[in-house]
């Protein structure tokens, strides 16, 4: 079965950084990709960025030039990297995977984590 643990979440103040870190286990997690998504209170849960296993990756427009996704397939983690950070940016995180990035649709996401808050006042 898929694992995925999410951590790295907190309360931050607008413009400050966060590093937001997902282990993975029970697949072969170098073929895979992965993304992190956010949702906050009564919104729908929104991609926020994917990245696949040679590196690539894509973002959503609201997080371009402030989030970056990056892997470690030695150590199967994959992070996120959050700066200039906004109050728009609160929501709880979540990361998930599916076998390729052809989509950064919650809905194509079969394996998720528990989710790690951020807060930016």
């Known amino acids: 079965d898929v694992q995925l643990v999410e951590s790295g979440g907190g309360t931050v103040q607008a413009g400050g950084s966060l590093r937001l870190s997902c282990v993975s286990s029970?697949?072969?997690?170098?073929?895979?990709?992965m993304g992190w998504f956010r949702q906050a209170p009564g919104k729908e849960r929104e991609g926020v960025a994917v990245?696949?296993?040679?590196?690539?990756?894509v973002y959503a427009d609201s997080v371009k030039g402030r989030f970056t996704i990056s892997k470690d397939n030695a150590k199967n983690i994959v992070y996120l990297q959050m700066s200039s950070l906004k109050v728009e940016d609160t929501a709880m995180y979540y990361c998930?995977?599916?076998?390729?990035?052809?989509?950064?649709?919650?809905?194509?996401?079969?394996?998720w984590g528990q989710g790690t808050q951020v807060t930016v006042s």
């Open positions: 029970g697949y072969t997690y170098s073929t895979d990709c």
């Open positions: 990245v696949d296993s040679d590196g690539n990756a």
């Open positions: 998930a995977t599916r076998r390729y990035c052809t989509s950064m649709s919650p809905a194509a996401f079969g394996y």
